[in-house]
């Protein structure tokens, strides 16, 4: 044990001075010769307890935030895989997976009546192994998780619920199809997760639920009653992906911490969006890819239509491999992920043309995996040149992947680079590249005439940098004089 006394003088008052005692559990602090104890303490003008709140005592800063910091450090945990997956499937498929719907929101915007729209059920006929097609697509597609819609705004339940008799189950194919997806995305090693949009447009409790107090408690009971069924029926489920809160406008009326607390309680380490009006593990911009001050994932469809699940639509609309590895591209860069809307046909049969082009996706991320999956370094204005003409670029340290969309020939140039470099090779094949480098100008030499890449045409570069790439300049266009 070790003895240390304390004496300050300060504005000509002299303090009282404390012995602390020191021992391995725990640091005590006594009154003059230790006899008195302080059941009180703070730290003092010299840094030393004095009478007051410990810092570590009920009410103080440090007490106050350690929760924070423990709830931060859970989620980064939970989190781990889900940011090192990078992209994923959006299965989209109901009753509205008809040849005369534009979409899952079609019973709205054609005003169709619900005695009307529950006819759909005798022709809602999904083959038998329509969940292991989707789950086979996306593992070739190179997704790492798939989130199933259990319901849409149609009311429509793809489970065994017990909630209403407007399910799966009681009708229509007489099957649990999120126990089929399930199971399917297991067997592929896939994560799996389940969107549940709250609105429910054959309720007519959740048109009242803003004003009547009464419907407002049938909604919520339905809601988590539904909640519930997924959140303990299937075993562990990795992402809650609730949507579209229209019917009430605070979380406060969602009762969305209740909500919340629920599924914590049930599923311990699961990943939910921030749709319940609570910011929650993510954030979601949907038809547009914009990197957040936070953990976020990009909903787009694959058309950029934003009419969501199946429908025809001419060749020329769907987004190309090119497209789609480009999303992959920003959603990287910016330290995001992408959740790819995927719409089977009435059957369940992925429509041909998406199969083609998510498959030939899932091509060209062979070889390319290292600038797309595991932990990224978001890329920002100071590591490299925001108006590049020929590519963009993703990071993970000191390594730079320009993935380069517009081929120039033999030799490519890359201006207001500052930080050395050390190699440069083809990712997908790992073929050394020759270059030149001086601050501010790298040429990479010796390439093919002719972009290498048939399927997106965007050819990736590895380049290692001695340290953290920086630029030379924070201008758009460097301050430089291109010569005579």
């Known amino acids: 044990m ?154 429509f339940c793809l489970w065994n619920t017990q909630q209403t008799e407007f399910n799966s189950v009681k009708v229509g194919p007489k099957r649990d199809l999120m126990l089929e997806g399930v199971e399917a995305c297991r067997e592929m090693g896939l994560k799996v997760g389940f969107g549940f949009v709250l609105n429910d447009w054959r309720d007519p409790d ?62 311990p380490d699961i990943i939910i969006n921030n749709r319940l009006m609570l910011p929650e593990d993510f954030g979601t911009p949907e038809g547009h890819i914009a990197a957040q001050d936070r953990a976020w994932e990009s909903c787009m469809t694959l058309t950029g239509t934003g009419l969501w699940g199946w429908r025809w639509e001419p060749e020329e609309d769907w987004a190309s491999p090119r497209a789609i590895v480009e999303m992959v591209r920003q959603v990287t860069s910016g330290g995001g992920n992408l959740l790819l809307d995927f719409g089977p046909e009435p059957d369940g049969t992925p429509p041909q043309i998406v199969e083609e082009r998510l498959l030939q996706v899932g091509k060209w991320l062979k070889g390319n995996e290292e600038a797309v999956y595991g932990m990224v370094d978001r890329v920002e204005r100071k590591h490299f040149h925001p108006w590049l003409k020929y590519g963009r670029w993703t990071r993970k340290g000191n390594v730079g992947y320009l993935w380069c969309r517009h081929w120039r020939g033999r030799e490519l140039v890359i201006v207001d680079e500052k930080t050395r470099v050390k190699r440069i090779s083809f990712l997908k094949t790992g073929k050394p590249v020759k270059f030149t480098w001086e601050p501010g100008k790298l040429v990479l030499k010796g390439l093919p005439e002719k972009d290498p890449d048939r399927i997106a045409h965007t050819t990736v570069f590895k380049i290692e940098f001695a340290g953290v790439p ?5 201008h758009g266009y460097p301050l430089v004089w291109c010569g005579r």
């Not at 302080?38 to 106050?64: A, C, W, Y």
């Not at 998780?145 to 009311?155: E, T, W």
């Not at 519930?228 to 406060?252: H, Q, S, V």
């Open 470 to 474: 920086r630029r030379m300049s924070d």
């Open 206 to 267: 959740c048109v009242r639920a803003a004003k009547s107090k009464r419907a407002r408690r049938r909604h919520l009971d339905f809601v988590q009653g539904c909640v519930r069924e997924l959140m303990t029926n299937y075993g562990k489920i990795d992402i809650f992906w609730p949507d579209y809160p229209a019917a009430m406008k605070t979380p406060e009326l969602w009762e969305s911490r209740k909500t919340i607390a629920m599924i914590r309680e049930l599923q």
């Open 2 to 155: 070790e003895t240390v006394a304390c004496k300050l003088n300060w504005s000509s008052e002299v303090l009282t001075f404390y012995v602390v005692h020191k021992t391995r559990a725990s640091r005590r602090l006594r009154k003059g010769d230790g006899v008195r104890r302080r059941k009180k303490t703070g730290i003092g003008l010299d840094g030393m307890q004095v009478r007051g709140e410990s810092p570590r005592g009920k009410g103080s800063k440090l007490s106050r935030e350690a929760p924070k910091r423990k709830k931060e450090r859970e989620r980064r945990r939970r989190m781990k895989w889900w940011h090192e997956a990078r992209f994923g499937m959006l299965v989209v498929y109901g009753l509205y997976s008809h040849p005369r719907f534009l979409g899952a929101e079609d019973m709205y915007w054609a005003r169709i009546p619900v005695k009307e729209y529950e006819k759909l059920t005798r022709e809602f006929k999904p083959r038998p192994d329509a969940a292991r097609l989707w789950a086979a697509l996306a593992k070739k597609a190179g997704m790492k998780y798939v989130v199933l819609a259990a319901k849409h705004d149609d009311g």
